[in-house]
């Protein structure tokens, strides 16, 4: 596993409930799904504060189910300084949710860490 560290996601799958576990995964991936769509919105628009608070939130829903890499890369979305463009910032964001879901959704049929 490399996209979601094992001690966070491994221990709410192995603390919750599955049904319960499976609900934050979903839960998780419709906020992963608005969120990124606020990115764009806002990149295309030049809005720079929206296009921050959204990586924001990225970063702390990450950051709660244990997807590390996707957490770093929205904290790295968040910085004013970082001169990474916000179309390639947003095509590193997607790979990293993509890894990130596939991790939870073996987790989540496995009711544990893969």
Do not use: N, W
């Amino acid at each position: 596993m490399s996209a979601i560290d094992p001690e966070v996601a491994g221990q709410l799958a192995a603390e919750l409930p599955r049904d319960v576990f499976v609900s934050i995964v979903r839960t998780f991936e419709q906020d992963l799904a608005r969120l990124v769509r606020q990115m764009i919105d806002a990149a295309r628009a030049g809005q720079v504060e929206e296009y921050r608070r959204a990586a924001h939130g990225l970063a702390g829903a990450a950051g709660s189910i244990g997807a590390k890499s996707l957490e770093s890369l929205a904290r790295q979305a968040m910085r004013s300084d970082d001169r990474t463009p916000a179309q390639q910032m947003i095509l590193g964001i997607g790979d990293a949710a993509k890894a990130a879901l596939a991790e939870l959704a073996a987790m989540s049929a496995k009711g544990g860490p893969a």
